[in-house]
């Protein structure tokens, strides 16, 4: 079994900075990329930031030049910190692992539980 736990979330005023966290735990062989998507009501699940095990990041044009996602390869956990938070920035954030379990099988995506973000004017 494998577990993606996320914190972190929260409200903030607008200009205001939060950093989330995500935890992937269980039966993990390999982890290739970790990353972060949001979903804001009415709208579909967009990529925010993602990383490699090879340390490649790619950002939404959004979000470019205030959030920063890294990676902590001993611990699973990959984090976003998010500075300058915008209104348009509220979602439910979610975390995604791209791993496989064991040496013999493909690497499938996991998803967190998702954390609400919500940025006030």
């Known amino acids: 079994q494998v577990q993606l736990v996320e914190s972190g979330g929260g409200l903030v005023q607008a200009g205001g900075s939060l950093r989330l966290s995500c935890a992937a735990s269980?039966?993990?062989?390999?982890?290739?990329?970790m990353g972060w998507y949001r979903q804001a009501p009415g709208k579909q699940r967009e990529l925010v930031a993602s990383?490699?095990?090879?340390?490649?990041?790619n950002y939404a044009d959004s979000v470019k030049g205030r959030f920063t996602i890294s990676r902590d390869n001993d611990k699973n956990t990959v984090y976003l910190q998010m500075n300058s938070l915008k209104p348009e920035d509220t979602a439910v954030y979610y975390c995604?692992?791209?791993?496989?379990?064991?040496?013999?099988?493909?690497?499938?995506?996991?998803w967190g539980q998702g954390t609400q973000v919500t940025v006030s004017s």
């Open positions: 269980g039966s993990i062989f390999s982890i290739n990329a």
């Open positions: 995604n692992a791209n791993l496989k379990y064991r040496i013999y099988t493909g690497y499938q995506d996991y």
């Open positions: 990383i490699t095990s090879g340390t490649r990041i």
